[in-house]
T-cell receptor, first 115, second 113 residues
Framework: EAQVTQNPRYLITVTGKKLTVTCSQN?????MSWYRQDPGLGLRQIYY???????DKGDVPEGYKVSRKEKRNFPLILESPSPNQTSLYFC??????????????FGPGTRLLVL | QKEVEQDPGPLSVPEGAIVSLNCTYS??????FMWYRQYSRKGPELLMY????GNKEDGRFTAQVDKSSKYISLFIRDSQPSDSATYLC?????????????FGKGTKLSVKP
């Protein structure tokens, strides 16, 4: 089954404690991205990756890092989380940046609370 | 002005009603228009997409784009309780690149049995 998986699904942490949210896809997709979803603000892109070792900033990259060492994995790293990073995070993947939108899949989401 | 405006609702309708969900956008360069459905505790899933103006129908769902007024609509006929979800409109420039997707804030729909 084609899918994007994220772990953990729920996370409560404290300010300043480094954390990583993993994302993995089993569709051999080139393009992967991270979004955050906040009430009243909608979905906003944090970072994206067009292929292995190729990443770039989205609309709201401050406070986040990513890496793409393998095609299937695209972890999101919060080096020093702050309360304003409390949000619902989605990983997404698609065939390629230029591929039709119908090839895009979203993960189930990770709900993060930073105290 | 936000690039895509969408009334967040919530919208509550009885089962069987016709539902109209709407977005407006500001950038005339947008060419692809998408509707995503997001169930509670799930990620968004692509429901329908259209290119440029016109209508597209898929079962009970019709997506409509009016580029002259920069207005995007999703109509749901014979709405069912299983249609209860948040609906997100999205748009992008020509080429349909996901890297440039601009999302509306989403409208929460509840269909009552």
């Amino acid at each position: 089954e084609a899918q994007v998986t994220q772990n953990p699904r729920y996370l409560i942490t404290v300010t300043g404690k480094k954390l990583t949210v993993t994302c993995s896809q089993n569709m051999n997709h080139e393009y992967m991205s991270w979004y955050r979803q906040d009430p009243g603000l909608g979905l906003r892109q944090i970072y994206y990756s067009m292929n292995v070792e190729v990443t770039d900033k989205g609309d709201v990259p401050e406070g986040y890092k990513v890496s793409r060492k393998e095609k299937r994995n695209f972890p999101l790293i919060l080096e020093s989380p702050s309360p304003n990073q409390t949000s619902l995070y989605f990983c997404a993947s698609s065939l390629s940046l230029a591929a039709p939108v119908e090839t895009q899949y979203f993960g189930p989401g990770t709900r993060l609370l930073v105290l | 002005q936000k690039e895509v405006e969408q009334d967040p609702g919530p919208l509550s309708v009885p089962e069987g009603a016709i539902v109209s969900l709407n977005c407006t956008y500001s950038n005339s360069a947008f060419q692809y228009f998408m509707w995503y459905r997001q169930y509670s505790r799930k990620g968004p899933e692509l429901l329908m997409y259209t290119y440029s103006s016109g209508n597209k129908e898929d079962g009970r769902f019709t997506a409509q784009v009016d580029k002259s007024s920069k207005y995007i609509s999703l109509f749901i006929r014979d709405s069912q309780p299983s249609d209860s979800a948040t609906y997100l409109c999205a748009t992008t420039w020509i080429g349909g690149s996901q890297g440039n997707l601009i999302f509306g804030k989403g409208t929460k729909l509840s269909v009552k049995p």
